[in-house]
């Protein structure tokens, strides 16, 4: 079993970066596929981007496509979110999701996902 652990949300101004950073405070990332999920306030739960846990194939939703990265160092064992050029729209509580299996064309579906973290508040506002 693995426990998930988010960091570097806050507060940040329209157009500014921020990285998340999920790691496992107990077990390793390595034999999972990791997913970034967020939740606005009275918003569904939805699927940001996903990265596979062999071939580092990855996704992500139409809304932050060309400003968000994932990514994985194995070294450190930890899967990253690098958000570039944040709106408003961006703001959310952001969490790390782990799943055994490809997430494949099932990435965005939360409940395809075995392990979470506590998520992350990211506030975008001048």
């Known amino acids: 079993q693995v426990q998930l652990v988010e960091s570097g949300g806050g507060l940040v101004q329209p157009g500014g970066s921020l990285r998340l950073s999920c790691a496992a405070s107990r077990g390793s990332l390595l034999y999972y596929s990791i997913g970034w999920f967020r939740q606005a306030p009275g918003k569904e739960r939805e699927g940001v981007s996903s990265i596979s846990q062999s071939d580092n194939w990855a996704t992500y939703a139409d809304s932050v496509k060309g400003r968000f990265t994932i990514s994985r160092d194995n070294g450190q064992h930890t899967v990253s979110l690098q958000m570039n050029s944040l709106t408003p729209d961006d703001t959310a509580v952001y969490y790390c999701?782990?799943?055994?299996?490809?997430?494949?064309?099932?990435?965005?579906?939360?409940?395809?996902?075995?392990?979470w973290g506590q998520g992350i508040q990211v506030t975008v506002s001048s």
């Open positions: 999701a782990a799943r055994f299996d490809s997430p494949g064309s099932t990435w965005s579906i939360a409940r395809r996902y075995d392990y």
